[in-house]
């Protein structure tokens, strides 16, 4: 009779970038002591049953949700079967959050465990690939857009804030002549003479998109003008500001519904 081999325990940490933590994990069975930190952990199981104590309790993540632990609250790890269990992660410092919310309360998931739709998209935008770091324009639009949805998920009411047209503004104008290199929300920021985050809610409620929807919608206009005058689809890639060919066909297909080789097909019939 054959004996079962044991799964390995694994860990796999994403590259540094911007100001997050993230990685991926598997655990056969015990994951981790009870411990604590001061940042927020959050993330998403993918496989199995991820059983921890958490405030006086058990909790058990399930794919599909979303686990809010608060910062400072002692937890532990392990599987909830004897397929184990894996899943992603990422570390925030609670500053960061309190600087996107402008001083509304901290948001406080009560058991750690969120169904909210919203907030497990936010959560998955940040945690999908692990490959790279991200985008920095990117990752700082997605970092808001989760800030907001914790605030949401926990009942948190926003604040609508005042906003500034000029300095919005100026900052799609720079971003509209900035398509073929890297932007970062600090840059806008300077540009616009506001503080990043205002300056993102700002954008947002005035153009009804993100400075990073922005310009990529914008490098795909470009995108689509270079085709249609014969360039290649990596050098309409590269010409537009993506970082490769992929990179660009995954934000058309997202965007347009189709790739662009079958775009382009279409487009000469």
């Not at 081999?5 to 991926?24: N, V, Y």
């Not at 960061?96 to 001083?103: F, N, T, W």
């Not at 616009?192 to 310009?215: A, E, K, Q």
């Amino acid at each position: 009779m054959t004996k079962q081999t044991r799964p390995i325990d694994w860990f796999h940490r994403a590259p540094d970038g911007g100001g997050l933590q993230r990685f991926e994990a598997f655990f056969a069975g015990h994951g981790y002591n009870l411990h604590r930190h001061d940042t927020y952990a959050i993330g998403l199981t993918l496989a199995g049953v991820q059983s921890f104590q958490y405030r006086g309790g058990w909790r058990h993540s399930l794919p599909g949700g979303t686990m809010v632990l608060h910062p400072d609250e002692v937890h532990d790890g392990e599987a909830g079967t004897e397929a184990g269990f894996k899943y992603r992660m990422m570390y925030i410092q609670p500053a960061l959050i309190q600087q996107m919310l402008g001083g509304q309360p901290l948001p406080f998931i009560k058991n750690g465990l969120s169904t909210d739709p919203r907030l497990f998209a936010a959560t998955a935008m940040l945690l999908r690939s692990l490959d790279g770091p991200l985008d920095p324009l990117e990752e700082q639009d997605a970092l808001f857009d989760l800030a907001q949805a914790l605030s949401n998920a926990c009942g948190v009411s926003v604040t609508r804030p005042s906003f500034d047209y000029v300095a919005a503004e100026r900052v799609r104008e720079f971003i509209d002549s900035a398509l073929d290199r890297t932007v970062t929300l600090e840059e806008l920021a300077q540009h616009s003479g506001r503080d990043r985050w205002s300056l993102s809610r700002d954008f947002r409620l005035l153009f009804g998109t993100s400075p990073y929807r922005y310009l990529t919608m914008r490098r795909l206009d470009l995108v689509r003008s270079l085709l249609i005058q014969g360039q290649s689809l990596v050098s309409a890639a590269l010409i537009a500001g993506f970082t490769d060919q992929s990179h660009m066909t995954r934000q058309f297909s997202k965007t347009y519904g189709l790739s662009p080789a079958r775009w382009m097909k279409m487009h000469r019939r």
